[in-house]
T-cell receptor, first 112, second 110 residues
Framework: DTAVSQTPKYLVTQMGNDKSIKCEQNLGHDTMYWYKQDSKKFLKIMFSYNNKELIINETVPNRFSPKSPDKAHLNLHINSLELGDSAVYFC???????????FGQGTRLTVV | DAKTTQPPSMDCAEGRAANLPCNHSTISGNEYVYWYRQIHSQGPQYIIHGLKNNETNEMASLIITEDRKSSTLILPHATLRDTAVYYCIVRVAWLKPLVFGKGTRLSVIA
């Protein structure tokens, strides 16, 4: 079983569309994250949720809205997609007191 | 969190030990040193972490200098599958997210 799974793996969409990426973890962790990796391969934290509460929002445009329906899920909804949103988005999870974070396989978003 | 400095790239012959250095001269007393790697567009993978003492697990060894201003990740017998970008990260607490730098691109050569 995959520990952190993201869907879809690939997403191609037109500018101006709204899309969602889903993330689920089956590790029982209480903290989940979204990272963005751009074309230059820099991995940047976007959001961090602990027990369904937003604890970090790293100056991400408000077109990006994370939603955590429960501790096992953290979905990312993006409104009015722009060309610059093209990137690979990684979801991750970790547990209080445990220092290892687990990452999903990534979602490659291409905006055309 | 303290800043880290790593060489942008390194080569290693297959079967030999790969020694990846990291400088973290501004590290504070309660900050841990973590190592992750990313194999060609996959999600980052945890390798090892430590505070003061040297650490070893099934994947690697972590050597931290006595003053804690630098560390070395050692892959004892590198294989082609160890080709990846290796990230050294300094971090205070579990609640803070991992902050990735540019890392070191390790190429293991047959």
């Amino acid at each position: 079983d995959t520990a952190v799974s993201q869907t879809p793996k690939y997403l191609v969409t037109q500018m101006g569309n709204d899309k969602s990426i889903k993330c689920e973890q089956n590790l029982g962790h209480d903290t989940m994250y979204w990272y963005k990796q751009d074309s230059k391969k820099f991995l940047k934290i976007m959001f961090s949720y602990n027990n369904k509460e937003l604890i970090i929002n790293e100056t991400v445009p408000n077109r990006f809205s994370p939603k955590s329906p429960d501790k096992a899920h953290l979905n990312l909804h993006i409104n009015s997609l722009e060309l610059g949103d093209s990137a690979v988005y990684f979801c991750a999870s970790s547990q209080e007191g445990n220092t290892e974070a687990f990452f999903g396989q990534g979602t490659r978003l291409t905006v055309v | 969190d303290a800043k880290t400095t790593q060489p942008p790239s390194m080569d290693c012959a297959e079967g030999r030990a790969a020694n990846l250095p990291c400088n973290h001269s501004t590290i504070s007393g309660n900050e841990y040193v973590y190592w992750y790697r990313q194999i060609h567009s996959q999600g980052p993978q945890y390798i090892i972490h430590g505070l003061k003492n040297n650490e070893t697990n099934e994947m690697a060894s972590l050597i931290i200098t006595e003053d804690r201003k630098s560390s070395t990740l050692i892959l004892p017998h590198a294989t082609l599958r160890d080709t990846a970008v290796y990230y050294c990260i300094v971090r205070v607490a579990w609640l803070k997210p991992l902050v990735f730098g540019k890392g070191t691109r390790l190429s293991v050569i047959a």
